[in-house]
């Protein structure tokens, strides 16, 4: 078996019931043909990069799970085509090596002592501008002469 992950796009129209059906739905159709839930991440409605069939927004799903590669190149591929209220999907194969299950650790701040200043940090660009406009400055005032 290898992990997969789906994300899929439902209308916005469909009632929060509806949601839940279809997510439902998807769910007991990858654990009836032998797969594994891994993961089930309802991202909620956001708003699409593009319209897409006349929509401007969607809710969306991720799924991770563990199947056989015959099912999702078949059945579960099926089941999104046919599916009129899926607006997109997409199902990935993760690399094993480098998909962890354990989320992501935050890193730790360090906080620092009351009163000590916190200086920004600079890049090149910033100077640059810096010596533009200080330049751009002298000439005018030299012009005014």
Do not use: C
């Not at 078996?1 to 509806?18: D, G, Q, V």
């Not at 007991?28 to 319209?51: C, F, M």
């Not at 929509?55 to 991770?64: M, R």
């Not at 935050?106 to 330049?135: C, F, T």
């Amino acid at each position: 078996m290898r992990t997969y992950e789906t994300i899929f796009i439902l209308k916005p129209e469909l009632s929060a019931e509806e949601h839940k059906k279809h997510i439902e739905f998807y769910k007991e159709n990858i654990t009836s043909h032998g797969g594994e839930i891994v993961k089930v991440d309802v991202w909620g409605r956001q708003a699409l990069a593009y319209p897409i069939e006349k929509h401007n927004e969607g809710y969306y799903v991720l799924i991770q799970f563990k199947a056989d590669t015959n099912y999702t190149n078949d059945e579960l591929e099926k089941r999104f085509q046919f599916n009129e209220n899926v607006i997109r999907y997409v199902i990935v194969m993760l690399d094993e090596k480098r998909f962890k299950q354990n989320p992501r650790k935050e890193p730790v701040r360090k906080e620092r002592p009351a009163g000590e200043k916190v200086s920004k940090p600079r890049n090149e660009n910033e100077e640059a501008d810096e010596k533009q406009s200080e330049e751009s400055s002298e000439v005018v005032e030299n012009e005014e002469k």
